[in-house]
T-cell receptor
């Protein structure tokens, strides 16, 4: 079975540009989360989406946005890129099967974004 | 979610048990202890979680102290493939359909030595 997939694997952009990162969750998973991992630190939560609705948002500026599609895949968009946006962007999916039950998150391999 | 404290790095000889400590002195009654690990250039991987009883699965064992202020992840027979950054996370278990944010610290970098 395919795990969480992300594209592209690597990306180089320049300051001020815009970037779109894509994530396909595990088949049947309805919840997708995005994390940013700067070198040497743990992943930091950006967004979580469930059934196409935003369910959580981390402490990130409005330059960061996301959306989830009817097939549960997701896009993360970052506008006006800064050097500090250089990081590994991780997507995680979970089954979100029933309320009151922790749904283990499965992470993809990430997209390495470099901003020059 | 409660804050956790982990040593920045540890070494363990291959074949020996690796014991990774985590302090979570401000943990509240409805918070669980979760462990994830991240092998270089990969996404984090779930290992185990527990509330107050010791837990064991095919990957590891989790020992939580009686006062729940600290815990230890045990990898019983460490292999080179266990070299990774290990994250201890404390969070409530109850999920409200998709509200499953994980708060990662800096973790412990475990190096298995041949």
């Amino acid at each position: 079975d395919a795990g969480v997939t992300q594209s592209p694997t690597h990306l180089i952009k320049t300051r001020g540009q815009h970037v779109t990162l894509r994530c396909s969750p595990i088949s049947g998973h309805k919840s997708v989360s995005w994390y940013q991992q700067v070198l040497g630190q743990g992943p930091q939560f950006i967004f979580q989406y469930y059934e196409k609705e935003e369910r959580g948002r981390g402490n990130f500026p409005d330059r960061f946005s996301a959306r989830q599609f009817p097939n549960y895949s997701s896009e993360l968009n970052v506008n006006a890129l800064l050097l500090g946006d250089s990081a590994l962007y991780l997507c995680a999916s979970s089954l979100a099967e029933r309320e009151g039950h922790y749904n283990e998150q499965f992470f993809g391999p990430g997209t390495r974004l470099t901003v020059l | 979610d409660a804050k956790t404290t982990q040593p920045p790095s540890m070494d363990c000889a291959e074949g020996r048990a690796a014991n990774l400590p985590c302090n979570h002195s401000t943990i509240s009654g409805n918070e669980y202890v979760y462990w994830y690990r991240q092998i270089h250039s990969q996404g984090p991987q779930y290992i185990i979680h527990g509330l107050k009883n010791n837990e064991t699965n095919e990957m590891a064992s989790l020992i939580i102290t009686e006062d729940r202020k600290s815990s230890t992840l045990i990898l019983p027979h460490a292999t080179l493939r266990d070299t990774a950054v290990y994250y201890c996370i404390v969070r409530v278990k109850i999920s409200n359909f998709g509200n499953e944010k994980l708060t990662f610290g800096t973790g412990t970098r475990l190096t298995i030595i041949p």
